[in-house]
Structure formats: structure tokens, C-alpha cells
């Protein structure tokens, strides 16, 4: 099953922030988050582990709360190229292979 | 150069008839990932194949078949059972034994069945 992704689309000028929350009803051994502008591969941002462990891009931060099966992306100070389709991706905690996705969330920074 | 190539970019099909995807890694990666991109759906995963001469079904995998005789290469048939084929196809790949990597794309097919 999908995780799910809120909100489905944001607006911003910018300059201003932004949290785009993922969601799943299983639980989780790591959560990735990706952009992908229109037309192109996604393109990685982050992996959030079990235990706190963050590996990826060092101006996006996240969170993820493993009892609620939860995480948060935080874009702050947004510029014109955060513009783009952010998803976030989970296994599951059998530790498999298998790599599923949420629904994505369309971020379009405006001048 | 190390990467995931998927061809063709744009594939025009009539309805009925079958159509091959191609992807090809040289990134040394255990696992294959095929996804389905539609508008406000995100990326609905097809198939996935964790070694050679083996895959799993994912979400939506009616009217799709699959094949892994190579390790890196990942073919993905679209068959004439899919009711609704046109469709942006994204194949990736990652590491199999450290599962804390990322996931690596190609740049993905368009299909448009007519």
C-alpha cells in the first residue's frame, strides 16, 4: 500500500518554508525522499533509518518518527529551483528489496 | 560513465499489440525496480527483481510481464491485457545488500498507445 503524502500541491514566493508530510499505515525500516522536475527522473534527496540515522542532502532536513510511521521533509528558505514533485518512498520492515512510493507532493516556488 | 539508460524516450503503440521496454544498468546493482507514473498517482511500482532469474510482482502488476536473465538488465513487456498502457515508465535500480542507498533512475519511456 502506498504511503500518503499531504498536502497534495503548496504554493510559495520565495524565501518561505514549506513541510510536505509522508504517511504509512506499515511499518518502516527507512524513508527516501526524491524531487523530480516535470519530464525527468527523480532525483535523491535523503534516507531517514530506524535509530535517527540521515544520509543526504545537507540543505533539506527531515524528520521521521518511527512509533507513528510518519516523516516530514522541511524546505526552508525555498529558491526557484525547489520547484518540482517531491515523493517520499518506504520499505517495509522485513528489510526487503522492495521500494514503494506515495502519491507525491507538486511544489511550485514563485518569485 | 556509471548510470541507468532506459529506450526508447517515446513509444507509439496500437492498441492490441504487445511493447518491450528497455533498461539497462552498469551500476552493479542487485535490485530492478519498474514503475508506473500517472498524474496524482506518484510512482505505482510494477515489478522488482532482487537477483537474476528472479521478480516480484508489486502493486499493479496485471497486463505486465517482466523477465531478469541478466543482472543488469531489466526488460519490461507491456501486454495487450493492460487496459489503459499510455503512460511515463520509470525503471531504477539500487544495492541490494545495504538497503540505506538510494534508488538510481533512468531518464523513462513515454508510452502512447493509439
Known amino acids: 500500500q502506498q504511503p500518503v503524502q499531504s498536502p497534495q500541491a503548496v504554493i510559495l514566493r520565495e524565501g518561505e518554508d514549506a513541510v510536505i508530510n509522508c504517511s504509512s499505515s506499515?511499518?518502516?525500516?527507512?524513508v527516501h525522499w526524491y524531487r523530480q522536475k516535470h519530464g525527468e527522473a527523480p532525483v535523491f534527496l535523503m534516507i531517514l533509518l530506524k535509530g535517527g540515522e540521515q544520509k543526504g542532502h545537507d540543505k533539506i532536513s527531515a524528520s521521521f518518527n518511527e512509533k507513528k510511521q510518519q516523516s516530514s521533509l522541511y524546505l526552508t528558505a525555498s529558491q526557484l529551483s525547489y520547484s518540482g514533485t517531491y515523493f517520499c518512498?518506504?520499505?517495509?520492515?522485513?528489510?526487503?528489496?522492495?521500494?514503494?512510493f506515495g502519491q507525491g507532493t507538486t511544489l511550485q516556488v514563485k518569485p | 560513465d556509471g548510470g541507468i539508460t532506459q529506450s526508447p524516450k517515446y513509444l507509439f503503440r496500437k492498441e492490441g499489440q504487445n511493447v518491450t521496454l528497455s533498461c539497462e544498468q552498469n551500476?552493479?546493482?542487485?535490485?530492478m525496480y519498474w514503475y508506473r507514473q500517472d498524474p496524482g498517482q506518484g510512482l505505482r511500482l510494477i515489478y522488482y527483481?532482487?537477483?537474476?532469474?528472479?521478480?516480484q510482482k508489486g502493486d499493479i502488476a496485471e497486463g505486465y510481464s517482466v523477465s531478469r536473465e541478466k543482472k543488469e538488465s531489466f526488460p519490461l513487456t507491456v501486454t495487450s491485457a493492460q487496459k489503459n498502457p499510455t503512460a511515463f515508465y520509470l525503471c531504477a535500480s539500487s544495492i541490494l545488500i545495504d538497503l540505506n542507498t538510494e534508488a538510481f533512475f533512468g531518464q523513462g519511456t513515454r508510452l502512447t498507445v493509439v
Open positions: 551500476l552493479n546493482h542487485d535490485a
Open positions: 527483481s532482487q537477483i537474476v532469474n528472479d521478480f
Open positions: 506499515k511499518a518502516l525500516y527507512s
Open positions: 518512498g518506504t520499505r517495509g520492515s522485513g528489510n526487503t528489496g522492495k521500494l514503494i
